[in-house]
């Protein structure tokens, strides 16, 4: 079964922060550690989560505003959001490491060679609201999130 649009735009955004190789210290370890980046459809971190902190969840809508482009084929615009999940609810301060990260996030996914993966890719624009209720996020965790608006060109059916 093929992928569909939004699932094409979050395996390609998966995939260029992965392609980040972001890191961090181990815990008592001199060395560093891969930082995880999966998909999700809210930047929760799930009871007995073993990825552990910081990570990185990427979401996206099913699809956002539409726009005719002529006969035959419509704008599509999803709306998808890369949130780096920290540890230390609201006591936590402003991170250097994570404001660094989301720059590099942000100049990865803005080059167009990230979205080679979804088909009639358009262009992405740092601009838009969030797949999700920032609101609902639990209070244990800090979210730090880069909105994006991804959008494609489709053939109407």
Do not use: H
Not at 117 to 127: R, Y
Request: hydrophobic share 40%; with cysteine; net charge negative.
């Amino acid at each position: 079964m093929a992928l569909s649009v939004s699932e094409a735009v979050g395996d390609a955004a998966k995939a260029a922060v992965e392609a980040l190789g972001l890191t961090r210290p181990a815990a008592g370890e001199p060395l560093t550690t891969a930082v995880p980046v999966t998909k999700r459809k809210t930047p929760s971190v799930p009871d007995g989560d073993r990825k552990g902190l910081p990570q990185v969840v990427v979401s996206v809508g099913e699809f956002g505003a539409v726009e005719k482009i002529d006969a035959e084929t419509d704008l599509v615009k999803y709306p998808c959001a890369v949130t780096i999940v920290t540890a230390g609810g609201e006591k936590a301060g402003d991170d250097p490491a994570v404001r660094d990260w989301l720059d590099r996030v942000r100049k990865k996914l803005q080059a167009v060679g990230s979205w080679a993966g979804v088909t009639d890719f358009n262009t992405v624009t740092t601009v838009g609201k969030a797949p999700f209720d920032p609101g609902a996020l639990s209070k244990a965790f800090n979210f730090s999130t880069q909105v994006f608006t991804v959008e494609v060109l489709e053939t109407r059916t």
